[in-house]
């Protein structure tokens, strides 16, 4: 599977981009996490609120992004073998992208599922890919721009997937 979401990625016939950083203010380790919405490829929404009491994971990433394009693979494997511990991952491409068009075969492969876009105070940080990791209680637990290897999410998502679904998770309403 790791194999096809690389395969898919190197087919995009990817090349280097400039982008621009969101200049909205980034939630930080330990904040209630914005709420947001995104707009995922088959056009649904998710939100924060309805992810209530899982581990969620933004990750922003870009087509032309070499270590995007290490970490995607990575991270859908994980998230397919986790999802049932009550992890979510989310992948957002940037807009400075190839067309959501031209991606149709990565998505068919991967499990996690894509977005076109969020609305939220949740910027790029320093470069992709930037990631992003909400606990179950809805507290930022990581917020960096680097790239995940199987290590890093061992030991970021692991003791937070163990953590218990607590009684009531923060309101998003207010945030």
Known sequence: MMKSVSRALKLLGLGAAAFLLTAAKAPTVGDV????????IDGSKVT???LRGEVVVLNFWATWCVP?????PLLDRYYE???KSGLRVFA?????SLPISQMKKLFAVMHMPSAR???????????????YVI????????AQAAAFDLDALNQTLVPLLKEPVPAAAPSTATR
């Open 33 to 40: 996490a914005p709420n947001f919405e995104l707009t995922l």
């Open 48 to 50: 924060l609120d309805q």
């Open 68 to 72: 995007c394009r290490e970490e995607l």
């Open 81 to 83: 073998i986790q999802q």
């Open 92 to 96: 957002i491409a940037t807009e400075d």
């Open 117 to 131: 876009r969020i609305k939220g105070p949740y910027p790029i940080l320093k470069g992709v890919p930037t990631n």
């Open 135 to 142: 606990d179950r209680s809805g507290h930022i637990r990581y």
